[in-house]
């Protein structure tokens, strides 16, 4: 039995309570995880992350009221550091570049196998961006696309705001990258910020995709 502290705390937030109860059955059945709370509706998640704290959010993409991209971006405006990881039924394109446009730390399908869930929630809780095995195809076609609008030349990018771009394409958040540079969560946003203006960009996404064009470039 592992100590209350090292555990994985986790928020479950789905308008199905049958869903919920499968999920939480399946990430409560390793001593490692504890599921902490369950929402039926966005508002209710952000008010159950910020009493509770986890480590993960599980955020459905499809929910009545407020959907899950309203929830993440909301969630992103907090200073809730929990990593955000859509679980959904969606395998649309449109589905996946928008959740990770809107800051999700993941993009996994409710019909995984339970081991494969667990091991991703604890890439998750590292920092890594985690995106289920089959939708992968989708970022590829994403990054050939040539939508990026500068070249390096143009770009004038400080080596910091280089540094905290490799991070970005590495699958880094904010949290991670900030732990990795020394620095804190709010210089990291401040130079996203920045960096993103100088490419013209909207996104992280977009911005991982402008590293991978300009890496294969070379």
């Known amino acids: 039995m592992k100590d209350k502290q090292s555990l994985i705390r986790v928020l479950l937030i789905d308008d199905h309570p049958l869903f919920r109860k499968g999920v939480g059955q399946m990430i409560s ?29 599980l955020l459905d993409l499809h929910m009545k009221g407020m959907d899950g991209l309203e ?6 405006a907090t ?11 969606s395998d649309a394109e449109e589905d996946l570049l928008e959740a990770l446009r809107a ?18 929630l604890i890439k998750a809780t590292k920092g ?6 089959r939708l992968t195809d989708i970022l590829t076609r994403a990054a050939l696309f040539p939508e990026s609008k500068n070249s390096n030349d143009s770009a004038n990018l ?36 920045n960096l993103l203006r100088k490419l013209n960009l909207t996104s992280r996404l977009e911005a991982a995709v402008w590293k991978f064009q300009q890496n294969n470039s070379k």
Do not use: W
Request: include cysteine.
């Open 79 to 89: 200073d809730i550091q929990a990593s955000c990881v859509m679980l959904t039924v």
């Open 158 to 193: 400080t080596e910091r705001e280089n540094q905290i771009l490799d991070c970005i394409a590495a699958g880094m958040n904010n949290k991670t990258i900030a732990r990795e540079l020394g620095i804190t969560d709010s210089t990291v946003k401040v130079h996203i910020k």
């Open 128 to 133: 890594m961006t985690i995106i289920q095995d």
């Open 71 to 76: 929830t993440l971006r909301r969630l992103k």
């Open 103 to 120: 800051g999700a730390d993941g993009y996994l399908l409710k019909d995984m196998e339970p081991e494969q869930l667990r091991d991703s």
């Open 29 to 57: 059945d390793d001593p490692g995880f504890e599921v902490v709370g369950e929402a039926d509706s966005g508002e209710q998640g952000i008010s159950l992350a910020q009493q509770l704290l986890p480590d993960v959010i």
